[in-house]
């Protein structure tokens, strides 16, 4: 099993930024894809962003230019840094990995942007 341990969330004015940070511990051998996704309520969870274990990297088109995905593979963890956030870009934010075609999802970090 895989864990994995959100942070960085919170409340942000429009135009501000915010770092998420996720860390993946337990049986680790060979990640793959890092990624985050996100979920409204009332909404789809969609892609945002992914990181391959090479640095490849794939944005939402809603994202591009504002949030930046990179990955720390000795420390196991991914991060998005997230600028010009706006409200609509409010939503659970969650953290996923792959290893070895296995998925594993953390809990989640709410990410609220309002004035």
């Known amino acids: 099993q895989v864990q994995l341990a959100e942070s960085g969330g919170g409340l942000v004015q429009p135009g501000g930024s915010l770092r998420l940070s996720c860390a993946a511990s337990?049986?680790?051998?060979?990640?793959?894809?890092m990624g985050w996704y996100r979920q409204d309520p009332g909404k789809e969870r969609e892609l945002v962003a992914v990181?391959?274990?090479?640095?490849?990297?794939n944005y939402a088109d809603s994202v591009k230019g504002r949030f930046t995905i990179s990955r720390d593979n000795a420390k196991n963890t991914v991060y998005l840094q997230m600028n010009s956030l706006k409200p609509e870009d409010t939503a659970v934010y969650c953290c996923?990995?792959?290893?070895?075609?296995?998925?594993?999802w953390g809990r989640g970090i709410q990410v609220t942007v309002s004035s």
């Open positions: 996923n990995v792959d290893q070895s075609g296995w998925r594993f």
């Open positions: 337990g049986s680790i051998f060979s990640i793959n894809t």
């Open positions: 990181i391959t274990s090479g640095g490849r990297t």
